[in-house]
């Protein structure tokens, strides 16, 4: 086991946050034993387009993770100008805590895109990747593209969880639609995309 303070980093886009990202957190917590999780949204996503605004993301986030002592809000990329690249917010965190290790807990799906991100490699160096592997994934694909990426310096933990079929684009069609979402994100997530109308006029 590592050194020093064990800090998971769960970043994401959530637009909005749902119970996936949250079940994902709890388990990575659980099972990897941190003591906490930063829950960090995106600023400016480059690779994605029409995102809502990052103020409300925020706030969806804020509220969501209210309940929870262990998870705390980061503002590092939501802050930041530009685009947001995660070797640049690792960087930033390692400055300021050298001795803490941070686990950045990612969707399988991210294992097969990481190599595309700006200075992979310098994001294996500065966290360990915590990967998700629900229960409909193939795992044999998943392990070998870890192995890939462990040949280039990636340090993977594999996390064992239940399928939870949520998406954030799942949720802005059925909130288009006029269907209800409160299975599917927490009451005060629902009720703040209510309340200020979003992903009502989503393309
Ligand atoms: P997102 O769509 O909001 O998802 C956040 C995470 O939650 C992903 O790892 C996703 O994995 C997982 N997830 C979603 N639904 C889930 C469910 N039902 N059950 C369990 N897990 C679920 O965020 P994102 O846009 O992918 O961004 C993730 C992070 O990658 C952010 O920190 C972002 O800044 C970073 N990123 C960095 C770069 C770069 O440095 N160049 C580029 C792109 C993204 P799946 O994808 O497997 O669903």
């Not at 659980?30 to 605004?53: A, D, H, T």
């Not at 802050?79 to 390692?94: R, V």
């Not at 802005?172 to 200020?196: D, N, W």
Request: charged share 25%; with cysteine; aromatic share 10%.
């Amino acid at each position: 086991m590592k050194s020093g303070k064990r800090i998971g980093i769960m970043g994401g886009t959530f637009n909005p946050i749902h119970n996936g990202h949250l079940l994902l957190a709890a388990k990575a917590q659980e099972q990897v034993l941190l003591e906490r999780i930063l829950f960090m949204p995106s600023g400016n996503s480059y690779m994605k387009k029409n995102v809502l605004e990052t103020q409300k993301r925020v706030e969806m986030v804020a509220l969501a993770i209210e309940r929870y002592p262990d998870f705390e809000l980061s503002l590092i990329e939501a802050q930041k100008s530009g685009n947001t690249y995660t070797y640049e917010t690792l960087a930033c965190l390692k400055a300021a805590n050298p001795d803490t290790q941070y686990y950045f807990i990612i969707g399988a799906d991210i294992l097969f895109q990481i190599e595309q991100w700006r200075n992979p490699g310098q994001i294996f160096q500065m966290a360990v990747l915590v990967c998700a592997v629900r229960d409909d994934y193939d795992f044999d694909a998943i392990r070998k593209k870890g192995n890939i990426l462990a040949a280039s310096g990636a340090d993977i933990i594999y996390l064992n969880m239940p399928k939870l079929d949520i998406s954030s684009t799942d949720i802005r069609a059925k909130v288009k639609s006029g269907l209800t979402i409160s299975e599917l994100v927490p009451p005060e997530v629902a009720h703040y995309i209510e309340q200020e109308h979003l992903y009502y006029e989503e393309d």
